[in-house]
T-cell receptor, first 114, second 113 residues
């Protein structure tokens, strides 16, 4: 059963704590992405990775970090420097970064601050 | 900066009627447009796409129209069903921006029985 999985579904963060969101795909896609979605709004790009061991900042990278050590995995860490982390986080993947290649999304992780 | 936006935040449609969701974009260099459907608490689901060298594309019960002259994109859903209730986003890519997706703010479609 191919697809993108994100865990956990809900995550709670305490003040000053770093938390890591998991994203795994078995679609053999090279490119992976992290987006943030605030209530009633569209998605904004945090980070993306075109290939293993490479990643680039998106539009709102401050307070976040990523790694891409394996093709199938692209974890996102929300650091204590991110002052407003409460949001719905979506991971996506695509075959590559070419114009016509579709991004497929995971089910999302909702992050809440205690 | 360049952005993609939507005219109507909420659209109420009678079951069986056709729905039209509109999207205005500001980047005249956009090369590719996509419509996504997002159900509550889930990730966006790809519906249909269109390249900038086309003005119409049809899928199963859906049609996307692109008017580059006025920078307007629309999604038409034929015979709207209760399962079509969701938030719909348009998104665009441009080669100049590295083929990254830029999303609009979304339109909620409510299907009335």
């Amino acid at each position: 059963d191919g697809g993108i999985t994100q865990s956990p579904k809900y995550l709670f963060r305490k003040e000053g704590q770093n938390v890591t969101l998991s994203c795994e795909q078995n679609l053999n896609h090279d490119a992976m992405y992290w987006y943030r979605q605030d209530p009633g709004q569209g998605l904004r790009l945090i980070y993306y990775s075109q290939i293993v061991n490479d990643f680039q900042k998106g539009d709102i990278a401050e307070g976040y970090s990523v790694s891409r050590e394996k093709k199938e995995s692209f974890p996102l860490t929300v650091t204590s420097a991110q002052k407003n982390p409460t949001a719905f986080y979506l991971c996506a993947s695509s075959i590559g970064l070419a114009l016509g290649e579709t991004q497929y999304f995971g089910p999302g992780t909702r992050l809440l601050v205690l | 900066g360049e952005s993609v936006g939507l005219h109507l935040p909420t659209l109420s449609v009678q079951e069986g009627d056709n729905s039209i969701i509109n999207c205005a974009y500001s980047n005249s260099a956009s090369d590719y447009f996509i419509w996504y459907k997002q159900e509550s608490g889930k990730g966006p689901q790809f519906i249909i796409d269109i390249r900038s060298n086309m003005d119409k594309r049809q899928g199963q019960r859906v049609t996307v129209l692109l008017n580059k002259t006025v920078k307007h994109l629309s999604l038409q859903i034929a015979a709207t069903q209760p399962g079509d209730s969701a938030v719909y986003f348009c998104a665009e890519k441009s080669i100049a921006a590295g083929n990254k997706l830029t999303f609009g703010g979304g339109t909620r479609v409510l299907v009335k029985p």
